[in-house]
């Protein structure tokens, strides 16, 4: 059955039923807006939306499943990227009448899995037709306490650079099954002053001259220290992008603390120091779009 | 200038500078989330998306300010419908790479112009290629005092079915130029207890029977009273859609005061009873699908 034979009413029916829910949502999809309970007055909102559109951020051919959990993860990458909590997601689907409502209903599968991963509720939605590629937008609405934010801005000259995990060759198939580091950022945004903090998912290449200069620093990187994925070279690492580990900048007074309880508490992810923060001053050349040339 | 040719940094930096701020806003667009401080204790959030396509919302040669316009305006009226305050929006923007930079920096003037007429602000979002038409997805937070949000579900049976403003006629050009109700909506719900409203996106005869659907009643409406915009028959009024009034559903008592209040506080908008609220066995056949033969 296609998309056009079943009509709005009936995809929604077939859709919300399945929708996780929890005591926080008062109103879940199906009203004028979800209506959900704010959270103290400790803590503040994070705000993010991402979407993926067909032929550039995944294929045709791509189990749906597995493009519904990347719609969905996307975003709460950014939410482990300044060590927030996701709570609820809105779920945007631009989709061509002749679609199989089978490849419909599979998408939304993957995007429930991918949200439940983290007791992420889906409270509303909204579809349209196209005659275009698929495309799905995701906005998801958390909290994070006052004082553990962490921004892009407050990386220190001296501060050494850790990532998590290992990077490059996304594009093999890690981009439909990854698996955010919140967790991870919620216990290392727990237990230690993070001064910085941002998700790779341009590649090491853009994300970290990004987190340098939101922070007014330069940086160096020992090229050989970087953590590679099997089959991947240091080129991959730092331009293929869509790694979705977290790059962080902590004093080096901490490092010996950190890296001994992060073996303790996440002995199967690694966790690799591959470079520190400089004055921008020290660097011989400062500029955003030559930071690149320190890679080299 | 094309998309393409100008990049995506480069794009965020023309739009990011221009976006209004306020002091609840911590950090806007440009992190890896928005961050924004909560509402007090007695607040709910509200959460809505929406989207809109190219030939499918709009045409490709209409002004892209009005349609800008009209995409941050469509989840604003989801605003009204609940009586509740919009207060952040997520932009996310899916072009493909031969949109003229002049067309986008116009969308964005009817997006920016749009929030500012309601106090929103624009915190974030995404952009992305594309191998079709273009589309906008606004994802929008706001909040509402615990004690005002009106649902859909509270009708019952002997209350009065009241319309604001003039229905039918939409497309003629009214659906890239309309107001969401939101003051009204704030103003009748501090006021009077409203026991449902909805906003008429899909028109009359699809969103009326959905409010009386979610309130557990049947309906009937006196199609001869139904303000009619200009050059507007009855079934335009019924099937055209895209109205964006309210409509809501009040207790009898209240029809006297809330008519003489009305008028001098919104001395230009109509407002007007439609119809009344009835016990679902009270109408002969009380099926949803054929809540519509009322109209008849």
């Not at 400790?42 to 051919?61: A, G, M, Q, W, Y």
């Not at 906005?139 to 990077?167: Q, Y």
């Not at 996304?170 to 991870?184: Q, S």
Request: proline letters at 6%; one cysteine or more.
């Amino acid at each position: 059955m296609k998309l056009r034979q079943l009509g709005e009413d009936r995809l929604l029916a077939r859709l919300l039923p399945r929708l996780p829910s929890n005591r926080t949502i008062i109103a879940g999809a199906g009203d004028d807006c979800a209506v959900v309970r704010a959270p103290g007055e400790n803590k503040l909102i994070l705000l993010k939306t991402d979407c993926i559109v067909e032929n550039v951020h995944f294929r045709s051919r791509d189990n749906p499943a597995a493009v519904g959990w990347k719609a969905m993860m996307r975003p709460l990458s950014d939410f482990a990227a300044m060590s927030g909590l996701p709570q609820f997601a809105l779920i945007t689907l631009i989709a061509p009448r002749h679609t199989p409502v089978a490849k419909i209903d599979n998408l939304y599968r993957g995007l429930r899995r991918a949200a439940a991963r983290f007791d992420v509720s889906i409270v509303g939605g909204e579809t349209s037709d196209t005659r275009g590629p698929l495309a799905i937008s995701v906005s998801v609405v958390g909290f994070v306490e006052k004082d553990r934010w962490i921004s892009r801005r407050g990386g220190k000259p001296g501060d050494d650079l850790f990532v998590t995990g290992r990077l490059g060759g996304a594009a093999k198939g890690k981009h439909l099954r990854f698996v955010p580091r919140i967790v991870e950022s919620r216990w290392v945004g727990q237990n230690f002053r993070v001064h910085a903090m941002i998700d790779l998912s341009d590649g090491l290449g853009v994300d970290l001259p990004r987190l340098a200069k939101a922070s007014k620093v330069g940086f160096k990187i020992d090229i050989n220290a970087l953590p590679l994925a099997p089959g991947a070279k240091i080129d991959n690492a730092i331009s293929d992008g869509e790694d979705y580990e977290l790059l962080f900048a902590i004093s080096p007074r901490d490092r010996k603390r950190l890296e001994t309880t992060w073996r303790k508490k996440f002995p199967k992810v690694p966790l690799t120091r591959v470079g520190r923060l400089f004055p921008q001053s020290a660097i011989r050349n400062p500029k955003l779009a030559s930071g690149f040339v320190h890679f080299k």
